[in-house]
């Protein structure tokens, strides 16, 4: 067992993940090929407006759910609602943030696209902490869209275009159908005024998405409200991300390499459970830090993976002397 446990400590954590990356990315993208289909129930992007995927975001059934009158949500029919909250649940509580980090087709995408910068060496951008700060905030704003928004259009307040409001803005309306050969979503819906705004916000938030992934790590992480609904629950999740503080040297080499700019992770000795809302659970800190048992990755009690001198010297190319 401590062979096995040396080796999965010695991983190289990014063909792991480019891997597991590819791998759900065809099931996310191209399941329905495949006849695939893991519910509508997912707390990833794999955007229903695919027609193809095998499986479909959470949020695009959860708005037309909260969109009904008031009189059918609290009855009976609140029970399906429940149901697809639950199942949400069940997923997520697996694996917590690791649905960001290793499944979501627009985070990978995003990744695909940090390869192709990296290819042109061409330098990416950083925000101050003040700017981290503020922007990180956005997301919950797009959260409370997506559950007050079709809310309000159960009792009245906003009209019935508004019911999938975030869905129609999201980028991945119109990025992931495009890899099965879909353009359609690429246009501007003229019947109304909110529709002309909501469908144009889209284009240009897909077009932002695709600029600012290439100048900026994970650009869109940042604003996504999955990912705030994830911090949300992420207490209930039997993955776990946890810092042993008095371990840490503060060397700096996590943060170096966390993709989200967390400077909690090689800052904050105090807490245990150091996953942030905006952490994606790539594990690229636990891979790069120098310090054995400083960070690592528990499921329920038991340790899957985490720091050691041995996993970072072989990671870093260096002659590991056993210790």
Request: charged share 20%; hydrophobic share 45%.
């Amino acid at each position: 067992m401590s062979k096995i446990k040396d080796i999965v400590n010695k991983v190289d954590i990014r063909k792991f993940r480019f891997w597991i990356q590819l791998v759900t990315f065809v099931i996310f993208v191209y399941g329905g090929y495949l006849a695939i289909d893991l519910g509508r129930e997912l707390p990833i992007f794999s955007c229903g407006y695919d027609r193809h995927g095998g499986g479909m975001c959470y949020f695009l059934p959860l708005q037309h759910q909260l969109a009904r009158p008031w009189s059918r949500l609290f009855s009976s029919v609140g029970w399906g609602v429940l149901t697809g909250f639950f199942t949400f649940l069940l997923w997520f509580i697996v694996f917590n943030k690791a649905w960001c980090g290793y499944m979501c087709p627009l985070g990978t995408l995003q990744d695909w696209i940090t390869a192709l910068r990296k290819r042109f060496a061409i330098p990416y951008g950083k925000y101050s902490q003040a700017q981290f700060k503020a922007l990180k905030k956005i997301k919950y704003i797009f959260l409370f869209i997506v559950i007050i928004f079709p809310l309000f259009v159960g009792l009245g307040w906003l009209d019935g275009e508004w019911r999938a409001a975030f869905c129609k803005m999201c980028p991945g309306r119109l990025l992931t159908p495009l890899f099965v050969g879909d353009v359609s979503q690429w246009s501007i819906d003229f019947s109304s005024k909110t529709s002309i705004f909501l469908t144009s916000f889209g284009i240009a938030f897909a077009t932002l998405f695709l600029v600012g992934s290439f100048i900026k790590k994970r650009f869109f992480c940042f604003f996504c409200p999955m990912s705030a609904m994830h911090y949300i629950f992420s207490p209930f999740a039997l993955l776990r991300l946890k810092k042993d503080g008095e371990k840490c040297t503060k060397c700096g080499d996590c943060y170096r390499v966390c993709d989200m700019q967390i400077l909690d992770i090689a800052e904050d000795v105090e807490s245990v459970n150091i996953l942030r809302d905006d952490c994606v659970f790539c594990l690229k800190c636990v891979a790069a830090c120098p310090e054995e048992d400083a960070l690592k990755v528990d499921i329920v009690k038991w340790t899957i993976f985490k720091s050691t001198r041995g996993g970072f010297a072989k990671r870093m190319g260096i002659v590991d002397d056993g210790k």
